[in-house]
C-alpha cells in the first residue's frame, strides 16, 4: 500500500457523539444558548475533530506552498514567471502579507518550495520538497505526470506527519504565478460548471487578457480531457505542483485528526482534490473566507463549506488562513475558559 493510499484508509468520520458532548458544555456557560454563534460551531467540530473534551490549540502553522505554472507563458497574470521565486524569499524574510498576519495571530509560517523553476540553493528556513521546476503548459498538455502528482501529494503527507502533534492546527496557503487558470481548470472539471462561471480576475487582469484566460482554460480542458472520477488524473492533467501538496497536506492532516483552515480560491482547489478522494474529509476542513474569485464559491458548495468571512480576499499565501486560525481558537478558549453558571454562581434561564 502507497503512502497515499495509507493516508486516506485512515480517514474516519468524526464521532457526532462527540459534537453533542461539546454542546453540553456550551449549554452551560454563563451566556444564553447559541449565543456566540459560529465560535461555538468552531468549539464543537475542534472537539470533535480531535477526539478530545477539553483541547487546547497548542500549534498554529500555516504551511504556504509554492510552485511555477508553465501556463504562465499564456499571459494569463498580470505578473511575470519570475516573482513567484521573488516572493519565496520576500516570505523567508517576513515581509509579505501573510508573514504580517501570521505574526499577529501568533502562527508559524512554513515555506515549502514544492514546484519552484528556480534553485533556492539551500535557502535558509525554506523547506525543501521540490518535486518538478515547474508544471508543463497545459494549454498543450498535462501538467504533470501521473507519478509526479503522486509525489506532490506525498510530501504534503508526509509534512503532515512532521508538522503533527497534540491540539495542532494547519492552515494552507500558495504562491504561484498563474495558479488561478489550473484552480479554474479544476474547479469545472470536477463541478461541471462552464470555465466562465469559475473564471475571474486573478491579480487583477484586464477583459482581453480574462478573455483570453477562459480560452486558455477551455483548450487545457479540451486537450487533455481530465477525468472527475479521478481526482489524480485531474491534478496531473490540469493541476499543479503546489495545489498537489495543499491537498496532501490536507489528506495526512485529517488522516491524523488534525483540523485545517483552508484559504482562499487556489487553496480550495487543493481541499477539492482531496474531497473528491475521500469525501470524507470535509469533517476536518473549516472554510477561512470567501474569496472574490467567482469559482470559489462553487467549490465551496459542493464541499458544503460555509466560509467564515467575506472580506473581498484574493491575495492567497495563506492570509485568509491566518484570520481563519485566530476564529477557531477564539472558539476554542471561549469553550475552555468561561465560566459555567454553577462555576460563577449565575442563575439559569427560567424554564
Do not use: W
Not at 68 to 73: C, P, R, T
Not at 143 to 170: H, P, Q, S, W
Not at 211 to 226: E, G, H, Q, R
Not at 290 to 304: C, I
Amino acid at each position: 500500500m502507497t503512502l497515499l493510499e495509507s493516508a486516506l484508509k485512515e480517514i474516519k468520520p468524526v464521532d457526532p457523539a462527540l459534537l453533542a458532548k461539546a454542546q453540553e458544555r456550551l449549554d452551560m456557560l454563563t451566556k444564553p444558548k447559541d449565543s456566540l454563534g459560529r465560535l461555538e460551531e468552531f468549539a464543537r467540530r475542534f472537539v470533535a475533530i480531535t477526539g478530545n473534551t477539553r483541547p487546547t490549540v497548542e500549534k498554529k502553522v500555516i504551511f504556504t506552498f509554492a510552485g511555477d505554472h508553465g501556463v504562465a507563458e499564456e499571459g494569463v497574470s498580470a505578473f511575470p514567471k519570475e516573482v513567484t521565486p521573488q516572493m519565496v524569499l520576500n516570505f523567508l524574510r517576513g515581509g509579505a502579507g501573510i508573514n504580517v498576519l501570521s505574526r499577529h495571530a501568533g502562527i508559524e509560517v512554513a515555506v515549502v518550495d514544492i514546484g519552484v523553476d528556480f534553485d533556492f540553493n539551500g535557502a535558509k528556513g525554506l523547506i525543501h520538497k521540490k518535486v518538478l521546476r515547474g508544471t508543463r503548459n497545459i494549454r498543450k498538455g498535462p501538467a504533470m505526470t501521473r507519478d509526479e502528482a503522486v509525489k506532490c501529494l506525498e510530501a504534503g503527507i508526509n509534512l503532515a506527519a512532521e508538522y503533527a502533534a497534540d491540539g495542532a492546527i494547519f492552515g494552507t496557503g500558495d504562491m504561484g504565478i498563474a495558479n488561478t487558470t489550473p484552480s479554474s481548470a479544476i474547479c469545472a472539471a470536477f463541478s461541471g460548471a462552464s470555465v466562465e462561471d469559475v473564471t475571474g480576475r486573478g491579480t487583477g487582469i484586464d477583459d482581453a487578457r480574462l478573455k483570453n484566460k477562459i480560452n486558455v482554460i477551455k483548450d487545457a480542458l479540451s486537450v487533455n480531457k481530465p477525468n472527475s472520477n479521478d481526482p489524480i488524473d485531474v491534478l496531473a492533467k490540469v493541476g499543479g505542483a503546489e495545489i498537489g501538496g495543499i491537498a496532501g497536506l490536507i489528506i495526512g492532516a485529517a488522516s491524523r485528526r488534525i483540523p485545517v483552515v483552508v484559504d482562499g480560491f487556489i487553496s480550495t482547489a487543493g481541499a477539492l482534490v482531496a474531497y473528491e478522494m475521500n469525501p470524507v474529509i470535509r469533517d476536518y476542513l473549516f472554510a477561512a473566507h470567501n474569496s472574490v474569485e467567482k469559482g470559489h464559491k462553487v467549490m465551496l458548495e459542493r464541499m458544503n463549506l460555509r466560509p467564515f468571512v467575506d472580506l473581498d480576499l484574493r491575495l492567497g499565501e495563506g492570509t485568509g488562513a491566518a484570520i481563519g486560525i485566530s476564529l477557531v481558537e477564539a472558539g476554542v478558549k471561549v469553550y475552555n475558559e468561561m465560566a459555567t453558571f454553577g462555576d460563577a454562581g449565575v442563575s439559569e434561564k427560567d424554564k
